[in-house]
């Protein structure tokens, strides 16, 4: 039964370019959480997505980050025109569907490192 | 917001020895209280949850946690560590006031060191 899939790894990216990460929810779960872990910090929430939904994005900084989770295949967040403050690990979690519970933990995937340089 | 602190940066202990990671928690409401491991460039793993109920969650791994409330608590423990225990610990709780958005807010985390 394979877990959160979580790809590339490791990101490298210039100043300027687009990075985009790409998460495979555990089979049968269709909530997508991600976040941000900055060095030395715990993890911080970005955005919370269904299928074709973006839910919550209360923790997306307002420019050039964009995530979405369509109808096939994985979730992406996107980033654009990064900087070297974009350099963190991004970790992506999926729950099964709700239906009220406000107790499912989250399955989190291996996350991607991502470097600006 | 809801919260948790987790007040100390490194906790150190001999193999063997029993192994406390403390957390206390801000909320309104019910709390809902996770605990995760994290190795080293791994993703977290899940441990314990406290919901309701008995305020003492048996989880993963031998470990445990206490749900205080008139000291909003929720410490980590484990009565004999492993030197396989050393890895970074985050609390973390419920977010959201929305019902089905279960956003997590964690702690800065812990690193737990245990000598052999």
């Known amino acids: 039964n394979a877990g959160v899939m979580q790809n590339p790894r490791h990101l490298v990216r210039r100043r300027g370019q687009e990075a985009r990460l790409r998460c495979s929810p555990m089979?049968?779960?269709?909530?997508v959480y991600w976040y941000r872990q900055l060095p030395e910090e715990g993890l911080k929430f970005m955005v919370y997505?269904?299928?074709?939904?973006?839910?919550?994005e209360s923790g997306m900084p307002k420019e050039r980050f964009s995530a979405e989770f369509p109808k096939e295949g994985p979730s992406i967040l996107r980033i654009q025109q990064v900087v070297r403050g974009d350099s963190a690990a991004y970790f992506c979690?999926?729950?099964?569907?709700?239906?009220?519970?406000?107790?499912?933990?989250?399955?989190f995937g291996d996350g991607t490192r991502l470097s600006i340089l | 917001a809801q919260s948790v602190a987790q007040p100390e940066d490194q906790v150190n202990v001999a193999e063997g020895n029993p192994l406390t990671v403390k957390c206390t928690y801000s909320?309104?409401?019910?709390?809902?209280l996770f605990w995760y491991v994290q190795y080293p460039n791994r993703g977290l793993q899940f441990l314990l949850k406290?919901?309701?109920?008995?305020?003492l969650v048996k989880g993963s791994y031998g470990f445990e946690a206490e749900f205080n409330k008139s000291q909003t608590s929720f410490h980590l423990k484990k009565p004999s560590a492993l030197v396989s225990d050393s890895a970074l610990y985050f609390c973390?709780?419920?977010?959201?006031?929305?019902?089905?958005?279960?956003?997590?807010?964690f702690g800065k985390g812990n690193q737990v060191v245990v000598i052999p």
């Open positions: 406290y919901i309701t109920g008995d305020n």
């Open positions: 979690a999926s729950s099964p569907t709700t239906r009220g519970k406000r107790d499912q933990p989250q399955h």
């Open positions: 909320v309104s409401g019910n709390p809902y």
């Open positions: 973390a709780v419920r977010d959201s006031p929305l019902w089905g958005n279960n956003r997590l807010a």
């Open positions: 089979k049968g779960h269709s909530h």
């Open positions: 997505l269904q299928k074709e939904n973006i839910i919550d």
